[in-house]
């Protein structure tokens, strides 16, 4: 698949640091999991919509889905969160074809936005256009970090990319962007004036330009987090240093202050050290690179079964019992039965029969969504503080006319 320099996707990053797409551009491509899990995702996702669009028979449908479901990273999981996809951009192009009965669904559409940035394009999952509007819709299979669509840089990449393609055609006023990330339940979306997002395509020009020459000044920020370069990267080194060079106040303990100081930077500054090892280990390993005073040895390693059949018929041919040898049957953990028989079927059957026990505390910044922590100890004593207050309001309040009798002991008695 061919990649543009200055991709949509990369956009966040080589719009703040202008030198990084072409530093990037040297690197080795590389593949993980999790990238060729989203391309098979969004295979199975376009196929759902153009079946839902009569595009081919269900026979089709089937013998195409299939061999998708052959994949080793198919899961039926997967199946789900495609088809809630499918369904949006189904809804989504019912409800302009209400309004619009010409509307449009294009699936699939390369972008080319190289009006403004140099040889930029993309590929719109989905596009729907109806009456004076354009939704440019993208499917996020990832799960890790929630995408907004609101003033997000690749989504008004494609959508003056969707411009350029169908200004021509049609009488477009207004831009629609949609992330839909079905992992996390997300859904976010966000409308711009065509006249508006032109207005920024020209506020970048000159940035894109700068990208593209590969000048301009290294700049530090969330966009170095998917950076290719991120682990050799001075600037983000020194960024992640300063925290070393951090002016603690006089006195021998650390106070909240320095320690919130150091919390603040404790996740970036792991993640950071960690990819150092990793680019130093690859250089060893596969570039025969040499570091002052380190050399590569033998990690240390378990012991295992050769051949786990020939160890099962000594055993038993020595006389053990086999039930003895195996361990007992165990249920898939939660996540993997989840992937085995699909999210749907596992919320209508397995629904009540799963509880949550109480996470570990961990510290995290104000900002966090999560609710704050309560051990069970504190949320017994506030449960018992509700019910002395209750008491007491019965006492207070409580006609004794109303059916209610406070008598013995209180706690047994109350009506509720
Ligand atoms: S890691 Fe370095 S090159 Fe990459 S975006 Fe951050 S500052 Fe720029």
Redesign the pocket.
Known sequence: MAHAVLSASGSS??L??T??AR??EKEPEKTSSFAEEGTLAHSIGELMIRYNNNEFTKRTFNTRLNKFKKQELFTNDMLDYCSSYAEIVREKYLTAKKNTPDAQLIIEQKLDFSYFVPKGFGTGDALIIADNCIEVIDFKYGKGVEVSAVENSQMKLYGLGAIAEYDMLYDILEIRLTIVQPRLENISEFSMTVKGLRAWGDSIKPIAQKAFKGEGK????L??RF????AK????AD?QMELAKYDFKQGPFLDDGDITNILNRVSDFKKWLKAVEDFALDQAVNHGHEYPGYKLVEDRSNRKYADQDKVLKALVEYGYEESILHKPKELLGITAMQKAIGKKTFEELLSELVIKPQGKPTLVPQSDKRPSWHSEDDAKKDFEGFIDKEINNLKKDVDPMDGYVLIGDLDDDLPF
Do not use: Q
């Open positions: 990053r080589w703040a640091c030198p990084s530093l990037e290294f700049c530090v920020g966009h170095c950076c290719k370069i991120k990267c001075k600037a983000y960024e």
